[in-house]
């Protein structure tokens, strides 16, 4: 039973548009959420979190988006920029618990 | 600051082999985890270690195990291997710090 669901499995944006990536959880327990890009042969990195206590973070051209009620979290990256052409996970956490729970990942593309 | 390594970068075994995969994270950095990716399961949280103790336990079966060195330095040991073991292998380190867990490169195993 996946409790982090990514269900677009690739996105395509042009250059200068937006991105936005979603995210969507089913175990209510989740109160941290992360970002994570993957470019191939490299591990992930991170991106951005928020604190379930929040509603937005954002930091330069990303911004995530907590929807509590909805159980769902999204990424905007504006403006998209072709090194943004990734794979982008989203994780959750559990209390002081460290184990990452990923999503199966977005495959972004910007095209220039 | 280096970053975190993991050794060997590639392997390839035999199914009913024996394997262990090393990770050394970011000097000062307390905590390791481990994950798996596979094209089906995406990434897949194995098990964190901190002082020398496991802290977190993900679902794998027992060939699965880990250890910690009094210096951070961590192994993973995967025992009795099977065809569906063949996986990149992540490695993220943490000063014990949430959003601080940086990921090495992966091993990537094949088991033939």
């Known amino acids: 039973d996946q409790q982090v669901k990514q269900n677009s499995p690739s996105l395509s944006v042009q250059e200068g548009r937006i991105s936005i990536l979603n995210c969507d959880y089913t175990n209510s327990m989740f109160d941290y959420f992360l970002w994570y890009k993957k470019y191939p042969a490299e591990g992930p990195t991170f991106l951005i979190s928020?604190?379930?206590?929040?509603d937005k973070n954002e930091d330069g051209r990303f911004t995530v988006f907590l929807n509590k009620s909805a159980k769902h979290l999204s990424l905007h990256i504006v403006p998209s920029q072709p090194g943004d052409s990734a794979v982008y996970f989203c994780a959750a956490l559990r209390g002081s618990n460290y184990k990452l729970t990923f999503g199966k990942g977005t495959l972004l593309t910007v095209n220039p | 600051k280096a970053g975190v390594t993991q050794t060997p970068r590639y392997l390839i075994k035999t199914r009913g082999q024996q394997v262990t995969l090393s990770c050394s994270p970011i000097s000062g950095h307390r905590s390791v985890s481990w994950y798996q990716q596979t094209p089906g399961q995406g990434l897949q949280f194995l098990f964190e270690y901190f002082s020398e103790t496991q802290r977190n336990k993900g679902n794998f079966p027992g060939r699965f195990s880990g250890r910690q060195f009094s210096n951070s330095r961590s192994e993973m040991n995967v025992s009795t291997l099977e065809l569906g073991d063949s996986a990149l292998y992540l490695c993220?380190?943490?000063?014990?710090?949430?959003?601080?867990?940086?990921f090495g490169p992966g091993t990537r195993l094949t088991v033939t």
């Open positions: 928020i604190s379930s206590i929040k």
């Open positions: 993220a380190s943490s000063p014990d710090d949430k959003d601080e867990q940086y």
